[in-house]
């Protein structure tokens, strides 16, 4: 067992740039930037092969929209947790509805959100907690409540077999049967995925550990365990989301980074230890993020579990739609020092205005884990499904076919572990990284080219970055029936067809 004691001591207040006034902002700000629209961007890639996930984004920078700083003018936005209801014969509510977000001064923007203007409340559940949610959708438009990593059954997974129609309510019941995990919730209808998420449809989605755990992590929600929600977007003239005239097939990019809906965002932080539970909600960007002052910080979380080990690093890439928890450590910092979260070009995504206090020394401390990550028998074991990503654009595929929704791709045994290789096989450009995500089950990493799990990998996944030429081993076991799908992360890809299905029995 890794222990990691962290001890805190006072510091004085730091202040961080944040002399920008809304108006500045605005006059700043004209996103024009579409230069990476349809049709204009297909030498965007390349660099295939380069095997340093490290290095984040690895399509060539050149025509991706570099982000702007934040200028700190704003205090980061904390989702609310979704609150139970009294009274009712269901214990959540969740609604997909229209807005309106000033993200711009004396201007607003059309979004969505849920339960409210834009992205929704963090929902909440206890490991082995069963919960009966009502969904609901306001929009004028069909849409569906994806539970992304949550492994429930099919019939509810709120894949684009589960559209909802506008005015329509369903009851659903959502089991936490594994698990603490940061996981969040999206829609998914086959098409305008990508649209939806893009005008601001997504939610965080937690699982805590159950009492009696032995793990000891910051876990008080807003004040030192923060849910981070990275986005980038582009605005149009109007500073409107206007998707059919931003988006690109390859993945829309903005210029403008928010986290958790907030744009130019600071978090002010008054404890020496806290953890992040970071999410890439974007449609297409990856990060790299690390800490402006390059200090190393603990990553304690993949996409579906806390990892065996806390892992040190400096830097921490997630593809669209990968979570990680860390833990900050904001002791070591002296009084002159600033300190913000960037991405790998140097955009400062969250700058921190540090002001600590008195409260006690925070610690980290992971639970036991006395079994192997993988044992001997599971890295040996044979591949019997075999993935193959290609393409770029709207010609993207899977094992050479686009979605069809009245196709089963493959079948696989509810219970029964088996292999599944992914390989996304390069093109005469080079290809490009595609996340490749499996609804209903939390997979692990056998392999990468036959090369052992990173120690910051060797917890559950349901994502995984997969660069161009790279052979990524999964296991994968489903524990609920139903049809599932599986595909690639990249929403714009997603609706250009690049899913399958697999039919679990
Ligand atoms: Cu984030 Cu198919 O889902
Ligand atoms: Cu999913
Ligand atoms: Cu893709």
């Given at each position: 067992?890794?222990?990691?004691?962290?001890?805190?001591?006072?510091?004085?207040?730091?202040?961080?740039?944040?002399?920008?006034?809304?108006?500045?902002?605005?006059?700043?700000?004209?996103?024009?930037?579409?230069?990476?629209?349809?049709?204009?961007?297909?030498?965007?890639?390349?660099?295939?092969?380069?095997?340093?996930?490290?290095?984040?984004?690895?399509?060539?920078?050149?025509?991706?929209?570099?982000?702007?700083?934040?200028?700190?003018?704003?205090?980061?936005?904390?989702?609310?947790?979704?609150?139970?209801?009294?009274?009712?014969?269901?214990?959540?509510?969740?609604?997909?509805?229209?807005?309106?977000?000033?993200?711009?001064?004396?201007?607003?923007?059309?979004?969505?959100?849920?339960?409210?203007?834009?992205?929704?409340?963090?929902?909440?559940?206890?490991?082995?907690?069963?919960?009966?949610?009502?969904?609901?959708?306001?929009?004028?438009?069909?849409?569906?409540?994806?539970?992304?990593?949550?492994?429930?059954?099919?019939?509810?997974?709120?894949?684009?077999?589960?559209?909802?129609?506008?005015?329509?309510?369903?009851?659903?019941?959502?089991?936490?049967?594994?698990?603490?995990?940061?996981?969040?919730?999206?829609?998914?209808?086959?098409?305008?995925?990508?649209?939806?998420?893009?005008?601001?449809?997504?939610?965080?989605?937690?699982?805590?550990?159950?009492?009696?755990?032995?793990?000891?992590?910051?876990?008080?929600?807003?004040?030192?365990?923060?849910?981070?929600?990275f986005q980038d977007r582009l605005f149009d003239e109007d500073q409107q989301l206007n998707y059919n005239r931003l988006m690109n097939f390859d993945g829309t990019l903005g210029d403008i980074s928010m986290?958790?809906?907030?744009?130019?965002?600071?978090?002010?932080?008054?404890?020496?230890?806290?953890?992040?539970?970071?999410?890439?909600g974007a449609n297409a960007r990856n990060y790299t993020f690390r800490l402006s002052n390059g200090a190393s910080f603990t990553q304690i979380a993949s996409d579906g579990s806390l990892l065996d080990e806390?892992?040190?690093?400096?830097?921490?890439?997630?593809?669209?739609?990968?979570?990680?928890?860390?833990?900050?450590?904001?002791?070591?910092?002296?009084?002159?020092?600033?300190?913000?979260?960037?991405?790998?070009?140097?955009?400062?995504?969250?700058?921190?205005?540090?002001?600590?206090?008195?409260?006690?020394?925070?610690?980290?401390?992971?639970?036991?884990?006395?079994?192997?990550?993988?044992?001997?028998?599971?890295?040996?074991?044979?591949?019997?499904?075999?993935?193959?990503?290609?393409?770029?654009?709207?010609?993207?595929?899977?094992?050479g076919k686009k979605f069809d929704m009245d196709r089963i791709d493959l079948r696989q045994e509810r219970g029964v572990t088996e292999v599944w290789e992914v390989y996304n096989r390069p093109d005469m450009?080079?290809?490009?990284?595609?996340?490749?995500?499996?609804?209903?089950?939390?997979?692990?990493?056998?392999?990468?080219?036959?090369?052992?799990?990173?120690?910051?990998?060797?917890?559950?996944?349901?994502?995984?970055?997969?660069?161009?030429?790279?052979?990524?081993?999964?296991?994968?076991?489903?524990?609920?029936?139903?049809?599932?799908?599986?595909?690639?992360?990249?929403?714009?890809?997603?609706?250009?067809?690049?899913?399958?299905?697999?039919?679990?029995?």
């Open positions: 067992m890794k222990k990691i004691m962290l001890t805190s001591f006072t510091l004085s207040l730091v202040l961080i740039g944040c002399s920008d006034t809304e108006s500045d902002r605005q006059s700043q700000d004209s996103p024009m930037n579409n230069n990476h629209m349809r049709g204009e961007d297909n030498d965007n890639r390349g660099m295939g092969g380069m095997n340093n996930r490290g290095m984040g984004g690895m399509m060539n920078q050149g025509n991706i929209p570099a982000l702007e700083s934040s200028s700190g003018i704003n205090e980061l936005m904390i989702p609310p947790v979704l609150e139970k209801q009294q009274g009712e014969d269901f214990d959540y509510e969740v609604t997909a509805q229209e807005g309106s977000t000033q993200f711009f001064a004396g201007i607003p923007t059309d979004t969505y959100g849920y339960n409210g203007n834009l992205l929704g409340p963090t929902v909440r559940l206890q490991e082995g907690e069963s919960v009966d949610v009502k969904i609901t959708n306001d929009l004028d438009e069909p849409t569906t409540f994806h539970w992304h990593g949550l492994e429930v059954p099919g019939e509810i997974d709120g894949g684009p077999h589960g559209e909802i129609q506008p005015g329509d309510s369903q009851i659903i019941t959502l089991e936490a049967d594994q698990p603490a995990a940061t996981l969040w919730y999206h829609p998914h209808v086959h098409g305008t995925t990508a649209e939806q998420v893009f005008k601001g449809l997504s939610g965080m989605l937690l699982i805590d550990e159950a009492a009696g755990s032995d793990s000891e992590l910051p876990d008080d929600y807003g004040v030192d365990d923060i849910p981070l929600i986290v958790n809906g907030t744009i130019n965002p600071k978090l002010t932080v008054t404890k020496s230890v806290m953890r992040f539970r970071l999410l890439n806390a892992v040190e690093t400096d830097t921490l890439t997630l593809a669209a739609s990968e979570r990680a928890e860390i833990v900050i450590d904001f002791s070591t910092m002296t009084d002159e020092e600033s300190l913000a979260i960037l991405n790998d070009e140097g955009a400062e995504l969250l700058p921190f205005d540090v002001v600590l206090d008195d409260s006690p020394a925070g610690s980290t401390e992971m639970r036991t884990v006395d079994e192997p990550f993988l044992s001997e028998q599971e890295k040996a074991m044979p591949v019997t499904k075999e993935i193959e990503l290609f393409g770029m654009a709207d010609m993207v595929t899977i094992n450009m080079g290809g490009m990284i595609h996340p490749f995500h499996i609804h209903g089950t939390q997979f692990k990493i056998i392999s990468r080219d036959g090369k052992e799990t990173e120690p910051n990998e060797q917890g559950l996944k349901d994502s995984v970055l997969v660069e161009p030429d790279e052979r990524v081993k999964l296991l994968v076991t489903f524990p609920e029936e139903g049809i599932f799908v599986f595909h690639c992360h990249i929403l714009e890809h997603e609706d250009n067809g690049m899913m399958g299905q697999v039919e679990v029995y």
